[in-house]
């Protein structure tokens, strides 16, 4: 990965976590909505992977806002 795609993904896992924390939702939780592992809500909130479009549908869908909200920084 270059410098800007690390970027990207790391506000991008900011933004996840910020939302998530901010409805009062463990990673579990929100990844019990998503039906994804846990694990990768982890990964992602770390910028460990480049998560796929339709997991940020999911994840924008459970936490109430838009994929926009999730990568406007």
Do not use: H, W, Y
Not at 9 to 23: A, D, N, P, W
Not at 31 to 42: E, F, L, R, V
Not at 48 to 65: C, D, F, H, P, S
């Amino acid at each position: 990965m270059d410098i800007a795609e690390d970027k990207f993904l790391i506000s991008l896992g900011q933004k996840v976590k910020e939302f998530r924390e901010s409805k009062n939702f463990s990673q579990e939780d929100l990844a019990n909505d998503c039906n994804i592992p846990k694990s990768q809500i982890g990964r992602i909130e770390r910028a460990e992977i480049n998560t796929t479009m339709r997991t940020l549908i999911k994840i924008a869908q459970a936490l109430g806002v838009k994929v926009r909200d999730l990568i406007e920084f």
